[in-house]
């Protein structure tokens, strides 16, 4: 949707260090999901945000959410081979459960 | 508890025939959404049904329908399929109550084939 911009498309990380995928909305965002995505399976939720300011993280993931409400970060820290994958962010732009999604972030890590 | 549940996983139709997918949300979710992911078009959302009734609808053509059972258990189907109906398509379940909002988890999916 171009009305949710992922970026970068792509990057390549070397194990070990720290990424940053950005999700920018050109609308007001009522709820931001982050997802990952192995090629041609189902979404793996990761985390919901909601408020602006919000931060959450799991493991060595966190993900903000801007006060303004347009734009989300998800920042990986130490990358592993298990965090290669496709990492999707879903915006709820009303108070229901349609969400549109970006064209998503393809992870590479290597070793 | 149990993830999400789709059936069947991989699925090969001819061209005009209809089809049939269906999806088993977790336990005590009782939204179910579904959505279609291309490479061309990404993912996007079809419906939304929430106590047997749909409560948010997408861009598809009527060919796509769906409705949901009393478990929440849901069923899409697409009729008089075209080639461009290739796609995975996914199903998710919330947890809803009031206006709040809860997280959503998707199944792992249906490939669908149509040649």
């Known amino acids: 949707s171009q009305e949710l911009e992922q970026s970068p498309q792509s990057l390549i990380v070397q194990e070990g260090k720290n990424l940053t995928i950005n999700c920018t909305s050109s609308?007001?965002?009522?709820?931001l999901y982050w997802y990952k995505q192995k090629y041609g399976e189902g979404l793996i939720f990761l985390m919901m945000?909601?408020?602006?300011?919000e931060e959450k993280s799991h493991e060595k993931i966190t993900a903000k959410l801007d006060e303004k409400k347009q734009q989300s970060s998800l920042h990986i820290t130490a990358s592993q081979p298990s965090h290669a994958g496709i990492y999707l962010c879903?915006?709820?732009?009303?108070?229901?459960?349609?969400?549109?999604f970006g064209a998503g972030t393809t992870v590479t890590v290597r070793a | 508890k149990a993830g999400v549940t789709q059936t069947p996983r991989y699925l090969i139709k001819t061209r005009g025939q209809q089809v049939t997918l269906s999806c088993s949300p977790i336990?005590?979710?009782?939204?179910v959404s579904w959505y279609q992911q291309t490479p061309g078009q990404g993912l996007q959302f079809l419906f939304e049904?929430?106590?047997?009734?749909?409560?948010n609808k997408g861009n598809f053509p009527g060919r796509f329908s769906g409705r949901q059972f009393s478990n929440s258990r849901s069923e899409m189907n697409v009729s008089t399929l075209e080639l461009g109906d290739s796609a995975l398509y996914l199903c998710?379940?919330?947890?809803?109550?009031?206006?709040?909002?809860?997280?959503?988890?998707f199944g792992p999916g249906t490939r669908l084939t149509v040649t």
């Open positions: 879903g915006a709820a732009r009303s108070n229901d459960y349609k969400l549109s």
């Open positions: 049904y929430f106590s047997e009734t749909q409560r």
């Open positions: 609308k007001t965002l009522y709820g």
């Open positions: 945000l909601q408020k602006g300011g």
């Open positions: 998710a379940s919330s947890f809803t109550m009031g206006t709040g909002r809860y997280e959503q988890y």
């Open positions: 336990s005590g979710h009782r939204s």
